[in-house]
């Protein structure tokens, strides 16, 4: 079993920066690619980015392409979310979670998530 903690979601004025963190519990170190989810009021979770087991892989988002920049650290179990020049439309609650599956996953392919962290962009 698996339990994903996020933490450092808050409220930030727009162009400015947030980190998020993913604490691990369980043996996850290496085991599972970690991905970035985010859902906004009335709409659908939504992919932002992953990370692959090796590190070697990120692929993002369009929407966050140049701007947020995933990392993971195996020894500590945490993968981290750095987000920059951030936009209203960011606003959303994000969710870490693990798959078993390749970086490529789906969002179905995932199986462990976090309880999510709130992040509201102000204009």
């Known amino acids: 079993q698996v339990q994903l903690v996020e933490s450092g979601g808050g409220l930030v004025q727009a162009g400015g920066s947030l980190r998020l963190s993913c604490a691990a519990s369980?043996?996850?170190?290496?085991?599972?690619?970690m991905g970035w989810f985010r859902q906004a009021p009335g709409k659908e979770r939504e992919f932002v980015a992953v990370?692959?087991?090796?590190?070697?892989?990120?692929y993002y988002a369009d929407s966050v392409k140049g701007r947020f920049t995933i990392s993971r650290d195996n020894v500590k179990n945490t993968v981290y979310l750095q987000m920059n020049s951030l936009k209203p439309e960011d606003t959303a609650v994000y969710y870490c979670?693990?798959?078993?599956?390749?970086?490529?996953?789906?969002?179905?392919?995932?199986?462990?998530w976090g309880q999510g962290t709130q992040v509201t962009v102000s204009s």
């Open positions: 979670a693990a798959t078993r599956a390749t970086s490529r996953a789906t969002k179905e392919e995932y199986d462990y």
């Open positions: 369980g043996r996850t170190s290496g085991r599972y690619a």
């Open positions: 990370i692959s087991r090796s590190i070697s892989t990120t």
